[in-house]
């Protein structure tokens, strides 16, 4: 069991609380927000602290910050030398964070999703997996990225997912204007996505087999899938991840 510290109370930091509460460590959340940081307390018995007061008790330490004011924030604190830091923080270098931590030197970037909460949400981690696999595997995998221009392209596949939900309520809204029924529609439509991701295998060249299982030869599904290759939908995302991909490295 470790003492959990957080600074930067917002959305990702609440469900990486609660799960690391539950599986038995000490959590100590910085008091901003100040209603989450509540509720926190109130519910998986997280201490509420300033942010010193976070860095001063914290063994491990993740950086929660909207990536605007990160530097101001950090660079006004004292990091410990044995502290180990994680950031979720898109776009904060791992040689950024080094300055804004020292004398911490362990830090690992990665790229939760809320729903690591219930399990499941894969972890990308830089420079190793380590202390990621000790807080949250087995429940989540995690996935070493030992390159961090590599690991940063990861947070554009993150982008992706808001990006295919946005298709799949237009695949629920089109059935609910022909069947009138939107709760119907929305639930048959994101059920059946999510059903099928949540069986399939994962090894190299399973979204390929299963699409080609699905669309054979003179099938409605072949249908779709050239439909969309042909209207520019797989361009457009290629250019979108190319887009955001060079944003995100600078490149
Ligand atoms: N949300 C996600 O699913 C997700 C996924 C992966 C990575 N991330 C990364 O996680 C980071 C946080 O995102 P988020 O969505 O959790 O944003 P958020 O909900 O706005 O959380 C940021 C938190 O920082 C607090 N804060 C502001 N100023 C502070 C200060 N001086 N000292 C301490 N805390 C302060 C905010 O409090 P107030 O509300 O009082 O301002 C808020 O609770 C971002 O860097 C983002 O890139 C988010």
Partial sequence: ??????????HIAAPMARFLARTGHDIIVSERNAEVAAALAETCGATVAPN?????????????????????????LTFQ?????????????????????????DITLTIPLGFLEQGG????????????????????????????????????????VPGLLDLIATGADWLAAETGDPEMAEFYT???????LATIGRAPGTLAQERDALATEGSISLRMTRALQSGGAH????????????????G
């Fill in 1 to 10: 069991m470790s003492r959990i510290g957080f600074i930067g109370t917002g």
């Fill in 52 to 76: 010193q007061a976070v860095l001063d008790r914290a063994e491990v330490v993740f950086l929660c910050l909207r990536p605007q004011i990160a530097k101001a924030v950090l660079s006004g």
């Fill in 81 to 105: 030398s044995g502290q180990r830091i994680v950031s979720v923080m898109a776009g904060i270098s791992l040689a950024d964070l080094g300055r804004l931590c020292a004398p911490a030197r």
């Fill in 121 to 160: 949400c894969p972890l990308p981690a830089c420079p190793d997996g380590d202390l990621l696999e000790r807080l949250f595997a087995p429940e989540n995998p995690v996935i070493a990225v030992p390159d961090e221009h590599a690991f940063t392209l990861h947070f554009a596949i993150c982008a992706m």
């Fill in 190 to 196: 994101s059920q059946l996505v999510s059903g099928f």
């Fill in 235 to 250: 361009d457009a995302l290629r250019a979108a991840l190319d887009g955001i991909g060079a944003d995100l490295t600078g």
